[in-house]
């Protein structure tokens, strides 16, 4: 570790009167032996063409405090890169794939009274509903199906629809007859299951041409985003560099940066999602701790420059 030559300098008179602890003695001899300029200022020291340093306590907290400040850092670097693999990894294990349709994942068993709570959730007993039930669609979900994901709109012809996806993080093909029940409530008009390449009606009238579904690309235009204002921030941190606000230039540009760093540990090349929601929020997430160790990465890197 490189201690600043002004913080040694500090120390000399302490150091000469053998008045230091034994670490600080190494740390300092370390860094005689490597600089000239301080061995100088030693021996102008012992010949005492300098007073000793009155107040004795204040160089050696100082030289403690910035050893404390950089054990810290590296410490939080290090937490950081643990963080980024392991969430790398976790996410890449347990990655959600579409189940196909096939005959028989998902039955209607047809509707059924529930009570209110039981579809809407606990909070609603809280609004003077309790006891009260509602109209739900019973769904028997076979258990290949680890979770669904659904999304709600109107359709073309102003029914309600309902597209429902079923991931699992095992997609072996296996095809175990054991069901989960779903309720769905209020009751849609409409419900269609999409696979990976097709979708099947399961509830409802079908509608002409099938129902479109928005092109999942909002990751891609995000990707965009980050490239354009990378290519901004960048170049007004290069032409702003040596100034005094160029850090600020810096920052801004390690944002775009660290999203774009996050979506390729999340996505690699892809931009194409089938389940938004989940990787939007771990590219976030990725982004976020990227982020935080480029700054304090950048931070040691420009001490040490200053420091050699
Ligand atoms: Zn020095």
Redesign the pocket.
């Known amino acids: 570790m490189r ?3 002004a913080m ?2 500090d120390l000399l008179p302490l150091y000469a009167e053998k008045m230091v602890a034994p670490e600080t003695e190494a740390l300092i001899a370390a ?2 032996d ?2 000239a ?2 061995r100088q ?1 030693l021996s102008e020291v012992e010949a005492g063409v300098e007073a000793p340093a009155v107040d004795a306590s204040k160089p050696l907290q100082a030289l403690k405090r910035e050893l404390r400040r950089r054990r810290r850092c590296a410490a939080v670097i290090a937490a950081l890169c643990v963080f980024v693999a392991v969430y790398t990894w976790f996410y890449h294990a347990n990655a959600w794939k579409m189940v196909p349709w096939e005959e028989g994942l998902i039955e209607v068993a047809g509707i059924e009274e529930r009570p209110y709570a039981d579809v809407y959730g606990q909070e609603a007993d809280a609004d003077g509903s309790r006891g009260a039930t509602a109209e739900a669609l019973i769904l028997r979900v076979d258990s290949r199906i680890n979770g669904t994901q659904e999304s709600k709109f109107k359709d073309d012809d102003g029914a309600d629809t309902v597209l429902l996806r079923g991931w699992s993080t095992n997609n072996r093909g296996r095809f175990v007859r054991d069901y989960n029940e779903m309720a769905l409530c209020p009751v849609p008009d409409r419900l269609i299951y999409e696979g990976s390449d097709r979708q099947q009606l399961l509830w409802g009238e079908p509608l002409d041409g099938g129902v479109e579904t928005l092109p999942r690309l909002a990751l891609g235009y995000y990707v965009l985003i980050a490239v354009v204002a990378a290519a901004v921030s960048g170049t007004t941190w290069f032409l702003l560099r040596g100034r005094d606000k160029s850090w600020m230039a810096r920052q801004v540009f390690f944002a775009p940066m660290a999203w774009l760093g996050a979506h390729f540990l999340i996505k690699g090349g892809r931009t194409v999602s089938d389940f938004m929601e989940r990787d939007f929020l771990s590219i976030l997430l990725m982004a976020a701790a990227l982020y935080a160790l480029l700054s304090l990465a950048w931070q040691v890197l420009l001490r040490r420059r200053k420091e050699a």
Do not use: G, N
């Open positions: 201690i600043p030559c040694i300098r860094h005689l490597e600089c300029a301080c200022k």
